[in-house]
């Protein structure tokens, strides 16, 4: 299949292996910003396809991962409501907040469905006048333009019955946070592709010039992901420290105008919480006050929920690059998908939630029986 | 499956217990107590089992197998509540005769029977519960046995979703013919009947009113007649599955974990058409678990594997048969996925229902 077939070619894969490893001199950390990006080399084995020079980090780049306790629990009071149907993409459904998770609420009879399009939720609500139709506008820069195109739609077209509960996050200023933390390991990113699709990389060129760490924006195959760590050593190597573009079939400098018109027009930058890391400064976007009747923080009173996080969960260090899913005694332990105790392990795509779907959990009992999977050490991972 | 149950439990001395988010506690039916995944094995082993233990029902087969005055039978049960009852390639009514029918093919059983018993929810047009019974039918007619026995029942509107449809059927084993996944042995060649997905991602793109270029069409079809022309070339086989909910990754993880062999799968070996690997991609699911209603998975000593292939390849429900991978010593209890790029990882059950993701 044209796309997908060439990017998952295995000569083509070990073809890039070779030549990382005749590039690579000394050991680098590097950082992948997406959570698909993560999922794709935990489910490829990727990690482990690569010298054991290169160290890769997983970033803060799953939206479902970083949105705050404090936001699932702002849907989960909405989503309760008698006059309300709640919409969501799917893999909300499954995160705890402090009572529970979306899917237990709707085993208790809410009016909770999974829409593929926030679009699909306006249609919701054109369909059900006398409900209140609230969709969960979670995601990066690249959820930003299908959600404002919902919101912009349903002004345009009356639909007054639609709103959105907000939370939408923004990935320069999270890799700004990693950059400047204490104890700071990662050297170079593997920039996120598809955020990068809709918003172009200009603004990233500041980012790398400020900190001096090289930048490529990297698609989500094996072999994209293959070639972005060779570009990301190359500079490294070189002392370069540069936005270079792996992704070129699908991003440009500029990015999506249109879209970002959009983003622009239906959103403001905000300050947001990330779940795991905490308040980062204009680091989201909430509703502009043109849309202000579309946003459902303001219709539903849902101002002062308290949160309580768990208090042993290194979650927030994972975020950041500073520790990996196997470092923490809790994985695949007390800490599982079915029962997460921390953002990493609440979404499909979190670092810690990929390592076990993937069978990581099971990797130290796999070797104990055989070696066969020798490769993983339990301090790293890798 | 009783690997999962182990290592979720909690450890008391643990520093987080005190501070653990109580939601592994689940105190009501969640859909995903019936995605085929970690949930429904809980379920199962945790009120199902304990309750009625017994050797033919804790084989955890597809079939309890039993004998009767020096006939060995195979008695099945099944429930089928798909939406929409009407799909691209079948509907509920052959949906059902074919999937307990394949129940019973994959412990190697001649079918002989079957019961039908319908729940309709109020306000169902009779014209659709005619249509159904009329792919029944035909379904029955074409594997050549009746439906002797059946139930009807009402219940008010919302208290169902349509028509709900309960099976039973009662097949007979040939002489000399054992098929068990306790007799999977390290050796065995894992063959796969033919492309993985086509059922889960046709009912999916239908309810989410998709629409791909090419067919997307379910796959449900009767298995017994492949099956018994496997078992005509050699009776030498191990074990059978259908790997319906759950998919293909839940037939060999059960078998892993249950019977405590090692088994290796080549993922670039398994088939998958071009439109059901695309509908994966747009609809963020692992082709792996998505379910089938025509495909066996078939658990060989390696020397039989290839006479075995051709002759599969000779049925028209085989024809794209091939080899998956193998039964190995290694690693027991684990499937370990070779990766197309030449990665490895361990394949697992997902916890519940199979969510698509955000981006």
């Known amino acids: 299949m044209k796309y997908l077939d060439e990017y998952r070619n295995g000569s083509i894969a070990s073809n890039l292996v070779r030549k990382i490893a005749a590039v690579v001199r000394q050991p680098w950390v590097l950082m992948e910003v997406c959570g698909g990006q993560t999922h794709s080399i935990v489910r490829y084995g990727i990690d482990r396809m690569i010298p054991g020079a290169i160290e890769l980090v997983h970033g803060p780049g799953c939206p479902v991962c970083v949105t705050s306790l404090e936001m699932i629990d702002k849907a ?16 909300m459904l499954r995160v705890p907040g402090t009572r529970g998770d979306l899917l237990t609420l709707r085993s208790r009879g809410a009016d909770i469905r999974v829409v593929y399009s926030p679009l699909d939720a306006v249609r ?29 739609h349903a002004k345009r077209a009356g639909v007054k019955n639609f709103s959105m509960l907000v939370s939408q996050v923004l990935v320069p200023p999270a890799m700004a946070a990693i950059l400047q933390a204490p104890g700071n390991r990662v050297q170079g990113f593997l920039g996120p592709g598809h955020v990068c699709a809709v918003m172009g990389y200009r603004e990233y060129e500041s980012v790398c010039e400020r900190y001096r760490v090289p930048m490529i924006i990297t698609g989500f195959e094996p072999v994209d992901l293959l070639e972005g760590i060779l570009m990301a050593v190359r500079q490294l190597e070189s002392g370069r420290a540069e936005v270079e573009n792996q992704y070129s079939r699908a991003v440009t400098r500029e990015g999506n105008l249109p879209a970002k018109n959009l983003i622009f027009d239906v959103f403001e ?42 208090c042993h969960c290194i979650s927030g260090l994972i975020l950041r690059g500073l520790k990996k899913p196997l470092d923490c ?26 390592y076990y779907q993937c069978g990581r959990y099971l990797d130290t009992k796999a070797n104990e029986s055989s070696g066969h999977v020798a490769t993983a050490s339990p301090e790293t991972g890798r | 499956m009783s690997l999962w149950v182990r290592t979720m439990s909690s450890n008391g001395s643990s520093p987080f217990v005190e501070c653990q988010v109580p939601i592994s506690n689940i105190e009501q039916i969640l859909l995903g107590h019936g995605s085929g995944g970690k949930l429904t094995s809980q379920l199962i082993e945790r009120i199902i089992l304990p309750a009625f233990c017994n050797p033919a029902l804790e084989a955890l087969d597809d079939q309890a197998v039993f004998s009767l005055d020096g006939a060995r039978l195979a008695f099945t049960t099944d429930s089928y509540v798909i939406t929409p009852i009407f799909f691209p390639g079948g509907d509920i009514g052959e949906l059902a ?77 040939p002489p000399g013919v054992n098929l068990s996944s306790r007799h999977v042995r390290p050796g065995d060649a894992v063959l796969l009947s033919g492309p993985i997905g086509d059922h889960g991602v046709a009912i999916m793109s239908t309810r989410q009113g998709l629409e791909f270029e ?47 062999v090692g088994i290796e799968i080549e993922e670039r070996s398994i088939p998958i058409r071009d439109t059901v690997r695309g509908a994966c991609e747009i609809l963020g699911l692992d082709p792996l678990l998505v379910a089938n209603e025509g495909k066996l998975v078939a658990f060989v000593p390696e020397r039989n594997a290839d006479v075995l292939l051709d002759n599969m390849r000779q049925h028209p429900l085989g024809r794209d048969a091939c080899r998956i991978g193998k039964v190995t010593a290694e690693h027991p209890g684990f499937v370990i996925l070779h990766t197309p790029v030449g990665g490895d990882r361990v394949l697992d059950l997902p916890f519940g229902e199979a969510l698509p993701r955000i981006c």
């Open chain 1, 124 to 152: 919701i609500a054109r369909q059900n006048p006398g409900k209140r139709v609230v969709f969960f506008g979670v995601g990066f820069e690249t959820t930003a333009p299908a959600n404002a195109m919902a919101i912009f």
């Open chain 1, 329 to 354: 005694p809790a994985f695949g332990k007390e800490c599982t998908p079915q029962s997460p105790l921390g953002a990493t392990m609440v979404s499909a795509e979190g670092a810690c939630a990929a």
């Open chain 2, 97 to 173: 005769v074919n999937g307990t029918i394949n129940d019973l093919a994959m412990g190697g059983a001649r079918p002989l029977v079957l019961s039908l018993a319908f729940i309709l929810e109020e306000g169902l047009p009779i014209s659709d519960l005619t249509r159904i019974v009329d792919s029944a039918k035909r379904a029955a007619e074409r594997v050549g046995i009746q439906i002797v026995t059946g139930d009807t029942k009402v219940v008010g509107r919302g208290s169902a979703d349509k028509v709900f449809i309960n099976t039973s059927g009662i097949g007979v084993i």
């Open chain 1, 76 to 91: 989960h009071s909405i989503a309760g409501r008698s006059e309300v149907i709640f919409t969501s993409f799917g893999d």
């Open chain 2, 214 to 260: 090419g067919e997307l069409m379910s796959d449900t079809a009767p298995l017994h007649d492949l099956a018994a022309a496997m078992l005509a070339a050699s009776r030498d086989i191990h074990a059978m599955r259908d790997p319906t909910r759950g998919g293909l990754a839940a037939s060999v993880v059960e078998i892993a974990s249950r019977q405590r």
């Open chain 1, 269 to 310: 930058v905000a300050d947001r919480q990330w779940r795991g890391v905490g308040s980062i400064p204009k680091s989201g976007y909430k509703i502009s006050f043109e849309y202000r009747d579309h946003d459902a923080e303001k219709i539903f009173e849902v101002d002062s929920i308290g949160t309580r996080e768990s």
